[in-house]
């Protein structure tokens, strides 16, 4: 059983950086794919990035690249996202997700096993 917990979201302005924390929780978190979703208001949740157990893969959302940077650190069972040039339509509850057996570049929320509550960021104009 793993538990996640999402800190670093907020209220930021277009153009500024946030950093997203997932710090879990329980046996085994290198032998994860950890991924990060969101959820805007009145949508679907959907996934925007993933990393690979070792961090040597990660893949992006087209809407994310160059923008946000995904990491880890198996040694302290945590996750980031790096989040630069932030733009109104980012604004959403972001979600760190687990996934035993799944990869890098699963966007499905149902390949993944374990989720945090979800931590809000609001990016105004």
């Known amino acids: 059983q793993v538990q996640l917990l999402e800190s670093g979201g907020g209220l930021v302005r277009a153009g500024g950086s946030l950093r997203l924390s997932c710090a879990a929780s329980g046996r085994a978190f290198s032998s994860y794919v950890m991924a990060w979703f969101r959820q805007p208001p009145g949508k679907e949740r959907e996934w925007i990035a993933g990393?690979?157990?070792?961090?040597?893969?990660?893949h992006y959302v087209d809407s994310v690249k160059g923008r946000f940077v995904i990491s880890r650190n198996n040694a302290e069972s945590t996750a980031h996202l790096q989040m630069n040039n932030l733009k109104s339509e980012d604004t959403a509850v972001y979600y760190c997700?687990?996934?035993?057996?799944?990869?890098?570049?699963?966007?499905?929320?149902?390949?993944?096993?374990?989720w945090g509550q979800g931590t809000q960021v609001t990016v105004s104009t």
């Open positions: 997700a687990a996934s035993r057996v799944g990869r890098s570049s699963d966007t499905n929320p149902s390949r993944y096993d374990y």
């Open positions: 990393i690979s157990w070792n961090g040597l893969n990660t």
